[in-house]
């Protein structure tokens, strides 16, 4: 059973950092794609960041671009998310997901595995 398990999601004050964790079991975790996505309430899921795990290949949103940074340990078959300069904005229900062989789209429907959601939370 394919599982991804998040972690990390907490309040910060604007300006502040945050880091997400994503581990992955249950599958081959070499030649896919792990990515980040988000939710605000009363908007639609978002990709914020992904990452090819072949080789380390990124993508980032407009929106998070310069702020915030993928990265993944092969070994441990984890991805993380590192969050710095948070803003208001940011604050949503960040998702982990798993696309299985490529990664050339943000599209939802692609995305076969998905984490349970973390809510990270920015005040001004």
């Known amino acids: 059973q394919v599982r991804l398990v998040e972690s990390g999601g907490e309040s910060v004050q604007a300006g502040g950092s945050l880091r997400l964790s994503c581990a992955a079991s249950g599958l081959t975790y070499s030649g896919n794609c792990m990515g980040w996505f988000r939710q605000a309430p009363g908007k639609e899921r978002e990709g914020v960041a992904r990452?090819?795990?072949?080789?380390?290949?990124?993508v980032y949103a407009e929106s998070v671009k310069g702020r915030f940074t993928i990265s993944q340990d092969n070994a441990k078959a984890t991805v993380y998310l590192q969050m710095n300069r948070l803003k208001p904005e940011d604050t949503a229900m960040y998702y982990c997901?798993?696309?299985?062989?490529?990664?050339?789209?943000?599209?939802?429907?692609?995305?076969?595995?998905w984490g349970q959601g973390s809510q990270v939370t920015v005040s001004s």
């Open positions: 990452i090819y795990t072949g080789d380390g290949v990124t």
């Open positions: 997901a798993l696309r299985v062989g490529l990664c050339g789209t943000w599209y939802s429907a692609s995305w076969r595995y």
